[in-house]
């Protein structure tokens, strides 16, 4: 070999030692676009070549990475926490309204069939997206595509939010569940001052004012602020401090208490259920609730409604779902998990209508015999002062009125009521169910009131709401592991200092909950729960849904699964997330934002003078703040998307410049370029970058 030779070999040697350093960035970032979800023997078949290629890289990541990822010490912790997470307040009373409001039984089989085929099919996506790639959100997101990084962030600010005012209905649960150890109840009767009954008391009823004046303090609309309410506070303290607890070394500690939050609710649920169905009037209760009403399902608003319940119920776009399942080993049933865990959800929630209506059928019956009972004395006045025709006179016994059944009543009111003098009312049944059934009403009024009329009263209330602390505890934990487990596999600092970084997280949750412990807390409270998180949360799903099956395809994805779990999972999931759920999801983001703007917001507030509840506007700042909310919820995915294209424009500079670096360099025997080993590179080792 002649001297020019041997150096143009050293010049051609140096010149792809280099170069290898420029493929390997070059492909790296094609391989976080088109790499195949990660298994546990991916890097086996790895050469030596590969290895020295990549050293550097995976030295450099490792750095990044946090130690090794922590694990369910059983398939029954794991049920715990998904079921804790899913199973909330909502199941209590927000399923018992919607399906009392929508059909009746006509809504359940809506509720199902959206749950078969939107529900289901996205918790398992969530699922096996977690189990499959082992990180938070953020991780899973920007695995499948760094682009899509901001969908993890926007359901960590999502979490934030609801934490934020769910750890405050937790604050309201204790400061009842501390009244409720005394005899009487202090919401079993009206104040008196001066020996005379306050009005606001006496015009409405000892449990609503209990609960607007006492427990609340409220003011008369959202523009009022008030002072603090300090028993509020220190129950908000309390609640954050046991979370924060709870939450201090992760899923290790969370689940111990799970232990307890996650079961109990289910032993209270079936000593009311079984103490409900022998109360006078549980059978009305129940019969009301579940009467079917099939042309209920010609209105698209039901249909919203159902498939945002299905939405909220399951936890879709939280997060949550995909933290709690990235502990799971990757050989894990998650497809069995989904139906599993939905299946107990669904059954929860008409575990919990069963419960509600039977006591509420039993408050509504009691309600309904003192309306009879009162006009009956007046149709007696009246008779006795001739001002009524016998002729109108009902044939039963109206001179007992207690013996008088409801059914006779109205029977006879129907007919003859509009023509008797005086204020006689129709007794009706379901108007009084109606009272005071959705969200707190339910449970710090209509329940509470119900509860009070039965002996042992504060047993049943102390019990009651032990239960709701329960289930909105469970709720906490995986709100606030949608939070904690993204961010510290996405940032070491916060990995290493986890404990440090859960105490920062609840106190400043505690400082800004602040905010709800006003007197007009209970208003922003409303505000959240109905617009912070509905629309964002739909907006991440619709995203979660159209990246996984058109951007990384639907078919790779059930590729990825099969090689999980050892069995393909069948094909009709491949048309519901690339067709069903996304058209679904679609119609939901539609249908909420065009109500949103069709009809102006509005809030429940209580009017202190007539000493009753009125809906009022939202005022102009309150939307501000409404569109800020959503906005900054939003936020995250355009901005993360922005970001990984500048990224991409940045490497891609700086490598063409390194490139032109270099110039032709002719020989005597062949044309040898930079490119040229390139290829040759790509040839051997291209199959190995794209796919280990």
Same mark, same amino acid.
């Given at each position: 070999?002649?001297?020019?030779?041997?150096?143009?070999?050293?010049?051609?040697?140096?010149?792809?030692?280099?170069?290898?350093?420029? !493929?390997?960035?070059?492909?790296?970032?094609?391989?976080?676009?088109?790499?195949?979800?990660?298994?546990?023997?991916?890097?086996?078949?790895?050469?030596?070549?590969?290895?020295?290629?990549?050293?550097? @890289?995976?030295?450099?990541?490792?750095?990044?990475?946090?130690?090794? /990822?922590?694990?369910?010490?059983?398939?029954?912790?794991?049920?715990?926490?998904?079921?804790?997470?899913?199973?909330?307040?909502?199941?209590?009373?927000?399923?018992?309204?919607?399906?009392?409001?929508?059909?009746?039984?006509?809504?359940?089989?809506?509720?199902?069939?959206?749950?078969?085929?939107?529900?289901?099919?996205?918790?398992?996506?969530?699922?096996?997206?977690?189990?499959?790639?082992?990180?938070?959100?953020?991780?899973?997101?920007?695995?499948?595509?760094?682009?899509?990084?901001?969908?993890?962030?926007?359901?960590?600010?999502?979490?934030?939010?609801?934490?934020?005012?769910?750890?405050?209905?937790?604050?309201?649960?204790?400061?009842?569940?501390?009244?409720?150890?005394?005899?009487?109840?202090?919401?079993?009767?009206?104040?008196?001052?001066?020996?005379?009954?306050?009005?606001?008391?006496? $015009?409405?009823?000892?449990?609503?004012?209990?609960?607007? /004046?006492?427990?609340?303090?409220?003011?008369?609309?959202?523009?009022?602020?008030?002072?603090?309410?300090?028993?509020?506070?220190?129950?908000?303290?309390?609640?954050?401090?046991?979370?924060?607890?709870?939450?201090?070394?992760?899923?290790?500690?969370?689940?111990?208490?799970?232990?307890?939050?996650?079961?109990?609710? %289910?032993?209270?649920?079936?000593?009311?259920?079984?103490?409900?169905?022998?109360?006078?009037?549980?059978?009305?209760?129940?019969?009301?609730?579940?009467?079917?009403? =099939?042309?209920?399902?010609?209105?698209?608003?039901?249909?919203?409604?159902?498939?945002?319940?299905?939405?909220?119920?399951?936890?879709?776009?939280?997060?949550?779902?995909?933290?709690?399942?990235?502990?799971?080993?990757?050989?894990?049933?998650?497809? /069995?998990?989904?139906?599993?865990?939905?299946?107990?959800?669904?059954?929860?929630?008409?575990?919990?209508?069963?419960?509600?209506?039977?006591?509420?059928?039993?408050?509504?019956?009691?309600?309904?015999?003192?309306?009879?009972?009162?006009? #009956?004395?007046?149709?007696?006045?009246?008779?006795?002062?001739?001002?009524?025709?016998?002729?109108?006179?009902?044939?039963?016994?109206?001179?007992?009125?207690?013996?008088?059944?409801?059914?006779?009543?109205?029977?006879?009111?129907?007919?003859?009521?509009?023509?008797?003098?005086?204020?006689?009312?129709?007794?009706? =049944? @379901?108007?009084?169910?109606?009272?005071?059934?959705?969200?707190?009403?339910?449970?710090?009024?209509?329940?509470?009131?119900? #509860?009070?009329?039965?002996?042992?009263?504060?047993?049943?209330?102390?019990?009651?709401?032990?239960?709701?602390?329960?289930?909105?505890?469970?709720?906490?934990?995986? $709100?606030?592991?949608?939070?904690?487990?993204? =961010?510290?596999?996405?940032?070491?600092?916060?990995?290493?200092?986890?404990?440090? !970084?859960?105490?920062?997280?609840?106190?400043?949750?505690?400082?800004?909950?602040?905010?709800?412990?006003?007197?007009?807390?209970?208003?922003?409270?409303?505000? !959240?729960?109905?617009?912070?998180?509905?629309?964002?949360?739909?907006?991440?799903?619709?995203?979660?849904?159209?990246? &996984?099956?058109?951007?990384?395809?639907?078919?790779?994805?059930?590729?990825?699964?099969?090689?999980?779990?050892?069995?393909?999972?069948?094909?009709?999931?491949? %048309?519901?997330?690339?067709?069903?759920?996304?058209?679904?999801?679609?119609?939901?983001?539609?249908?909420?934002?065009?109500?949103?703007?069709?009809? /102006?917001?509005?809030?429940?507030?209580?009017?202190?003078?007539?000493?009753?509840?009125?809906?009022?506007?939202?005022?102009?700042?309150?939307?501000?703040?409404?569109?800020?909310?959503?906005?900054?919820?939003?936020?995250? &995915?355009?901005?993360?998307?922005?970001?990984?294209?500048?990224?991409?424009?940045?490497?891609?500079?700086?490598? @063409?410049? @390194?490139?032109?670096? %270099?110039?032709?360099?002719? $020989?005597?025997?062949?044309?040898?370029?930079?490119?040229?080993?390139?290829?040759? =590179?790509?040839?051997?080792?291209?199959?190995?970058?794209?796919?280990?």
């Amino acid at each position: 070999m002649s001297a020019g030779a041997a150096s143009r070999d050293e010049r051609s040697k140096g010149r792809r030692l280099e170069e290898k350093g420029i !493929f390997k960035e070059y492909h790296s970032e094609e391989k976080m676009e088109k790499q195949p979800l990660p298994t546990d023997d991916d890097r086996t078949g790895t050469t030596e070549s590969e290895i020295d290629c990549y050293v550097g @890289e995976e030295s450099q990541q490792g750095s990044s990475e946090p130690a090794a /990822r922590a694990g369910w010490n059983s398939k029954v912790e794991y049920f715990l926490a998904q079921v804790g997470f899913s199973v909330g307040l909502g199941n209590v009373w927000r399923f018992p309204y919607l399906c009392h409001q929508n059909g009746g039984g006509a809504f359940l089989l809506l509720y199902v069939l959206l749950m078969m085929v939107v529900g289901i099919p996205l918790f398992f996506l969530e699922l096996a997206a977690g189990q499959a790639i082992r990180q938070g959100s953020i991780g899973v997101w920007k695995y499948i595509s760094p682009k899509l990084a901001g969908i993890g962030y926007s359901s960590c600010v999502v979490c934030f939010f609801v934490a934020l005012y769910y750890n405050v209905i937790l604050a309201w649960s204790l400061f009842y569940l501390g009244n409720s150890f005394q005899y009487p109840l202090p919401w079993e009767q009206c104040p008196e001052q001066g020996n005379v009954t306050v009005k606001e008391c006496e $015009t409405s009823s000892p449990t609503s004012y209990f609960w607007y /004046r006492k427990a609340l303090d409220i003011t008369d609309s959202i523009d009022e602020t008030g002072s603090f309410n300090p028993y509020v506070v220190c129950c908000l303290l309390a609640a954050w401090t046991v979370v924060c607890l709870g939450m201090s070394k992760g899923i290790k500690s969370s689940v111990k208490v799970m232990y307890f939050s996650s079961i109990f609710p %289910y032993v209270v649920l079936f000593c009311f259920l079984v103490r409900g169905l022998l109360l006078n009037g549980a059978l009305e209760g129940i019969t009301y609730m579940f009467y079917p009403k =099939l042309e209920i399902w010609a209105d698209i608003q039901v249909w919203r409604q159902a498939a945002t319940q299905v939405f909220f119920a399951l936890g879709l776009g939280f997060g949550s779902i995909i933290a709690y399942s990235s502990y799971n080993p990757k050989n894990n049933n998650c497809h /069995r998990d989904a139906f599993t865990v939905s299946t107990i959800n669904f059954l929860t929630s008409v575990l919990a209508t069963l419960v509600v209506f039977s006591v509420l059928g039993f408050r509504a019956k009691g309600k309904a015999m003192e309306c009879v009972v009162s006009n #009956m004395r007046e149709l007696s006045e009246q008779f006795h002062s001739n001002n009524v025709d016998i002729k109108l006179m009902p044939d039963f016994n109206y001179s007992d009125p207690s013996s008088v059944a409801l059914e006779d009543y109205r029977a006879w009111f129907k007919h003859y009521g509009k023509n008797v003098p005086g204020n006689l009312t129709d007794c009706d =049944l @379901e108007k009084e169910m109606q009272q005071g059934v959705e969200g707190t009403g339910l449970a710090f009024i209509a329940f509470t009131e119900a #509860m009070s009329l039965l002996p042992g009263s504060p047993f049943w209330s102390a019990l009651f709401f032990l239960m709701l602390l329960n289930l909105g505890l469970s709720t906490m934990f995986g $709100t606030m592991e949608g939070i904690l487990a993204p =961010l510290t596999d996405r940032f070491k600092t916060l990995a290493n200092n986890k404990t440090k !970084f859960t105490i920062f997280s609840c106190v400043i949750g505690f400082v800004i909950g602040l905010l709800f412990t006003q007197r007009c807390g209970n208003y922003f409270v409303m505000m !959240f729960d109905d617009y912070s998180a509905t629309l964002p949360l739909i907006i991440v799903v619709v995203f979660e849904t159209f990246s &996984v099956s058109w951007l990384y395809g639907a078919d790779r994805f059930l590729d990825d699964i099969e090689a999980m779990l050892g069995w393909r999972p069948n094909v009709i999931y491949k %048309y519901l997330w690339k067709y069903i759920c996304l058209i679904a999801m679609l119609g939901l983001l539609g249908a909420t934002t065009i109500r949103m703007f069709i009809k /102006r917001p509005t809030y429940m507030a209580w009017n202190r003078e007539t000493a009753s509840e009125e809906h009022l506007d939202y005022p102009d700042w309150a939307l501000a703040v409404l569109a800020i909310l959503i906005v900054f919820a939003m936020m995250p &995915v355009p901005v993360g998307l922005i970001h990984a294209v500048l990224q991409d424009r940045t490497k891609q500079t700086a490598t @063409e410049t @390194e490139t032109v670096q %270099y110039s032709i360099v002719s $020989t005597d025997d062949k044309c040898e370029t930079p490119m040229t080993d390139m290829l040759e =590179l790509d040839r051997r080792n291209g199959s190995a970058v794209f796919f280990s």
